[in-house]
């Protein structure tokens, strides 16, 4: 496994294909993806997970973090985000956060990133800010 940055044009492909398929391309555009880090997972040669990082200051925000459908459950988000938060930190970053589907929080707590009071719903879906400190 390998985690290395990619172009945001990777990010959108990626995104497009693995959680928005069925909505136009410009959907899974964020307007912060110029100034934002991403990375991905590659197993032999093949991207399998991505995640964006936007960073401002020493808080950092990752969204759109996303795997394969055929590929989940072996392990490559978890490296994934574990190397990502790994060079957050070496970044300066001192705390991390995101807006977690709320079926999908036991997933983050297992990386020690906990729940706030902060939850919302977004296109019938609900979620959780979450967040960890180095």
């Not at 899974?28 to 197993?43: T, V």
């Not at 999908?104 to 979620?127: D, G, I, M, P």
């Amino acid at each position: 496994m390998n985690v290395q940055s990619i172009t945001k044009e990777q990010a959108w492909e990626f995104r497009h294909t693995v959680m928005w398929p069925d909505k136009d391309f410009s959907y899974i555009q964020l307007k912060d993806d110029p100034s934002g880090i991403h990375y991905g997972l590659f197993e032999e040669g093949e991207l399998k997970s991505v995640v964006s990082l936007f960073i401002t200051g020493d808080e950092a925000q990752f969204r759109k973090f996303a795997t394969l459908k055929e590929e989940q459950g072996k392990g490559y988000g978890s490296r994934l985000l574990e190397e990502v938060f790994l060079k957050a930190k070496n970044l300066g970053v001192r705390k991390i956060w995101c807006n977690a589907r709320e079926n999908k929080v036991s997933f983050y707590q297992a990386f020690n990133v906990k729940k706030t009071a902060r939850v919302f719903t977004k296109s019938s879906t609900c979620y959780v800010v979450m967040e960890l400190f180095f």
